[in-house]
């Protein structure tokens, strides 16, 4: 999984990485979640405010021939992934455990486990969690390039350039 080695080189190191791994990991055996056996992507999206901008990420499949990709995200209460769009992939958000607030088309909308929306290309969105909460995607392959932020600050995908951020 090529896109997946571009991720783990954009993620978040250190000690706040350990203790957010650390704390993801025992939340999932909380909810008795069987994980991927992949190194988690710890996300800050390049901001260095993990608590409130960021998630982890376990990548399940990106096969890029075949089509498709799936991968379950995580949030911390209150953090969020940032607004953003994709120029090429099409995905679709199960809400597996927990709540989230998906800002999407314009409006918000309160989602919970079991919960399903589909996100077309070019569609802007962003979701908090409402504590932790594990969401599945699925979508047409992954690619790290393809996340367009609204905030320019984020140092990823789209035009910007990509960096790894060390906290």
Partial sequence: MEELNKGQELALKGPKAKEALKKFYEQMALWSIALPPVKPLILDFGLGNFDDTGLIECWIANEMEAGYCGKYLFTFDGQTCPLHKHKSKHETFFVVQGRISMKFDGGYQEMGAGDVLPVPIDKIHSFTGIGPA????????????????????????????TTRHET
Avoid: A, K
Wanted: net charge negative.
């Fill in 134 to 161: 594990l969401l599945l995607e699925l979508s047409t392959p992954c690619e790290i390039d393809d996340n367009y932020f609204d905030n320019v600050s984020i140092p990823i995908g789209g035009n910007h350039r």
